[in-house]
């Protein structure tokens, strides 16, 4: 009994067979389709643009980070409170300290829960800004090298690449002159 093939699967064969049997890179500089790559964690990373996005994200994250340490500091002097032999505090004054102290910790949870959601919300912001950024100056870098397409390294399944390919560089070059002093 035979099993069906997926169609993707059969179409990323073929891709691959083809991409396996094409000519060497300055042969196909004649071919009708033109590829090309770009790194866009480098793009981020190298940047103006890029860079001031991600400091804003480690500024709130450092932030978040001290906030964080006064609040454990906190919680730590209220839970050495509890643990000290008493016999001078009263059941009463105990219940009432283990509760608040009981309250802090779950308030100090919900911050934490609440710094990773923000932190999540900038990156994605960020992400998103940065693509709005990023998309004309690819156009026009590709346009301007005769590209019908670009992969993203990080998105695609690429197992093997030339790395003149690459126009992460000439990508942050464009940005970069875009962007104000």
Do not use: C
């Amino acid at each position: 009994m035979s099993h069906p093939v997926p169609i993707a699967r059969i179409i990323s064969a073929t891709a691959l067979a083809s991409t396996l049997a094409a000519p060497p890179l300055d042969a196909q500089a004649g071919d009708a389709t033109r590829v090309a790559a770009v790194n866009l964690a480098y793009i981020a990373q190298s940047s103006k643009a890029g860079k001031a996005g991600l400091a804003r994200i480690e500024a709130a994250g450092r932030k978040r980070d001290a906030e964080a340490a006064l609040r454990v500091a906190d919680l730590r002097t209220q839970q050495a409170a509890l643990e000290r032999p008493g016999g001078v505090m009263s059941d009463d004054a105990r219940a009432r300290l283990q509760n608040a102290f009981e309250q802090s910790r779950l308030a100090f949870q919900r911050f934490q829960e609440d710094g990773e959601a923000e932190l999540r919300g900038l990156q994605a912001e960020f992400e998103a800004g940065f693509r709005l950024k990023l998309l004309p100056v690819v156009d026009a870098v590709s346009k301007e090298k005769g590209l019908h397409f670009v992969f993203g390294l990080e998105q695609a399944a690429i197992v093997w690449w030339h790395s003149s390919l690459d126009i992460s560089a000439d990508v942050v070059e464009r940005l970069d002159a875009a962007e104000p002093e």
